[in-house]
Nanobody, 111 residues
């Protein structure tokens, strides 16, 4: 399974950014995690192929995750970003008991 993520970059606080990730095959669930130095990788948002989404409390109301099952693609619209959203974001795809990871994309939010 291969995952190709895109959309990271530099954005000002209060701005918006969209991350996208395409998997090489359809998954039960796809999502986004993030990691900052000195911290464990944490869940940001995850969505099942049926459309059920779960968000970290820190991003609820600001980020929206969506899935396109025809394209095996997950997207995450990030609005009202904050400097604390700065991290490397990793796309994930879950197949049964296995989870696969993308290469990571850097999001930097300037204050």
């Amino acid at each position: 399974v291969q995952l190709q993520a895109s959309g990271g970059g530099l954005v000002q606080a209060g701005g918006s950014l969209t991350l996208s990730c395409i998997a090489s095959s359809s998954a039960f669930a796809m999502g986004w995690y993030r990691k900052t130095p000195g911290k464990e990788r944490e869940l940001v948002a995850i969505i099942t192929s049926g459309g059920t989404a779960t968000y970290a409390d820190s991003v609820k109301g600001r980020f929206t995750i969506s899935i396109d099952n025809n394209e095996n693609k997950v997207s995450m619209q990030m609005n009202s970003v904050k400097p604390e959203d700065t991290a490397i974001y990793y796309c994930s795809a879950t197949y049964g008991l296995e989870t696969y990871w993308g290469q990571g994309t850097l999001v930097t939010v300037s204050s």
